[in-house]
Nanobody, 118 residues
Framework: QVHLVESGGGLVQPGASLRLSCAAS????????MAWYRQAPGKEREYVAA????????FYADSVKGRSTISRDDAKNMLYLQVNNLRPEDAARYYC???????????WGEGTQVAVSS
């Protein structure tokens, strides 16, 4: 089973920026498509961004498009999500997801909490 560990969350003011990180244990990381999701209390988990293996193709949900950047460092087995101009509606627990072959699609790590005070 691939192990995913998210970090980088915290309490910030509206307009601030955060860079979230995800460490993946998969030996095939460089070949795996990856994504970020988030879930706020009382709401369903929602898709945020995705990046294909190789890092050439990235996709974003409308809610973060234009102010977010998903990236990866294959040498370090790391996935990142930069979110600028954070808004109260961005407050949620953020999770990374792997599409590695054989990975359990129901598995989620502990996530990292993002709070935006207003």
């Amino acid at each position: 089973q691939v192990h995913l560990v998210e970090s980088g969350g915290g309490l910030v003011q509206p307009g601030a920026s955060l860079r979230l990180s995800c460490a993946a244990s998969a030996r095939t990381f460089s070949s795996d498509d990856m994504a970020w999701y988030r879930q706020a209390p009382g709401k369903e988990r929602e898709y945020v961004a995705a990046i294909r293996s190789g890092g050439d193709d990235a996709f974003y949900a409308d809610s973060v498009k234009g102010r977010s950047t998903i990236s990866r460092d294959d040498a370090k087995n790391m996935l990142y999500l930069q979110v600028n101009n954070l808004r109260p509606e961005d407050a949620a627990r953020y999770y990374c997801r792997t599409y590695a072959a054989g990975a359990d699609p129901r598995y989620w790590g502990e996530g990292t909490q993002v709070a935006v005070s207003s």
